[in-house]
């Protein structure tokens, strides 16, 4: 007789299903979290915020961003427009996450209206709503990977293969997105929403949708006028055709790890990347010593992981490293949803010296 497999058990991801009561129950809502001991005084001096650095990395981010798209726009009609096209959608719809990121927890700069401004230009690139995003990512942060509660896991077990290829191109994204905006712009948010984000915040959340529905009909309207798909190459398809390389960034974040702890070195990683990748990436890839400590801005965040290393896992020694693992694991959870890659909390001494050596410099 035939052998009979037994129905792939799914888990309810969202907010306000049976999943977020049981996280209350299991105690892991708003948590106290592990962190790595650092004396006061060096957590003090790492958690200094400067405008410098941040200022430096977006001059040379807009000028990097503006150069490709001249000369997409010189090229234009021709095959040679393609290689700088395919530079501005990376600086314009994987680079500008990491910005919305950092300036979304206050730290790239010391200068609060320095990281409004970027936060609110970095939102719109790479279509995260600001005010929703806002509030998203504070959960996030509260309960990271905490099944019911994290609105950002970016993906459920069992993984949908198709929704990570269409992620490639950060459609699921632009449909969530703009059907937020759609519901936004006439006055409405979902029970999922309602969830994270304060009422008091709402009004913000309608005008910015609003605002963004006027920028995008001024782009369409021109693109229409001209005749000419080049407006939307400039602003809004970017966001879908230069996102891949944010995906496999984030996929490196929590992807295969633990779910349902209150340990980051069991459901975060951090990869070393080369100079280019981590200003792409904005030094994200110190992802452990992120969550670990939020507060510390990303120019800092190298320095934190001299300091708290020999308390976490290994690293990885780059992305090709990380794949090698997390492929595996999410094919394995096609079948097994339970499955997940449990990583050793401490890196031991031979360990930490061996991956040291491996750092880009």
């Known amino acids: ?18 999943e977020a009561a049981r996280a209350f129950e299991k105690g892991l809502v708003s948590a106290s979290w592990y962190q790595s001991p650092i004396s006061r005084k060096r957590m003090k001096e790492l958690m200094q915020r400067r405008d410098s650095p941040a200022l430096l990395d977006t001059a040379i981010w807009v000028s990097a961003l503006f150069a ?13 427009c393609v290689p700088f096209f395919l530079a501005y959608g990376v600086l314009y719809g994987t680079a500008s996450n990491p910005r919305w990121h950092e300036t979304g927890h206050g ?21 995260f709503e600001p005010h929703v995003w806002r509030w998203s990512h504070a959960r ?17 077990r069992p993984p949908s293969f198709l929704m990570m290829f269409l992620s490639l191109f950060n459609l699921p994204l632009a449909w969530k997105t703009f059907s937020g ?32 529905v006027g920028i995008y009909a001024v782009v369409i309207g021109t693109a229409l006028y001209l005749h000419s798909w080049l407006p939307l190459m400039l602003m809004g398809l970017p966001s879908l055709y230069g996102a891949w390389l944010g995906y496999i960034f984030g996929l490196t974040q929590h992807v295969g790890l633990a779910e349902d702890v209150l340990d ?3 459901n975060c990683r951090t990869i070393y990347m080369n100079r280019v990748l981590r200003f792409i990436y904005m030094d994200m890839n110190y992802h452990l010593e992120h969550h670990m400590y939020p507060m510390v801005p990303y120019h800092a965040l190298a320095q934190l992981h001299e300091e708290i290393r020999s308390d976490c896992p290994p690293p990885y020694a780059n992305l090709f490293e990380a794949y090698k693992e997390i492929l595996p694991t999410i094919w394995k959870q096609r079948s097994d949803p339970t499955y997940f890659i449990q990583r050793p909390t401490h890196c031991s001494e031979r360990a930490c010296s061996r991956w040291g050596a491996q750092q880009p410099q």
């Open 140 to 156: 996030h942060h509260t309960d990271t990977i905490v099944v019911g509660r994290d609105p950002e896991i970016v993906e459920p």
């Open 1 to 18: 007789m035939p052998e009979h497999t037994a129905p792939i058990t799914r888990r309810d991801y969202s907010l306000t299903g049976p």
């Open 68 to 80: 490709a798209g001249v000369g997409g726009c010189w090229f234009w009609g021709t095959w040679a």
């Open 181 to 212: 905006v759609a519901r936004h712009a006439v006055g409405k948010v979902s029970a999922q929403e309602a969830d994270f984000i304060p009422e008091s915040e709402w009004p913000k959340v309608f005008r910015a949708a609003r605002i963004w």
């Open 107 to 127: 730290t790239a700069f010391k200068t609060r209206w320095m990281n409004d401004v970027l936060y609110q230009v970095a939102s719109f690139m790479c279509i």
């Open 264 to 266: 980051h070195r069991s």
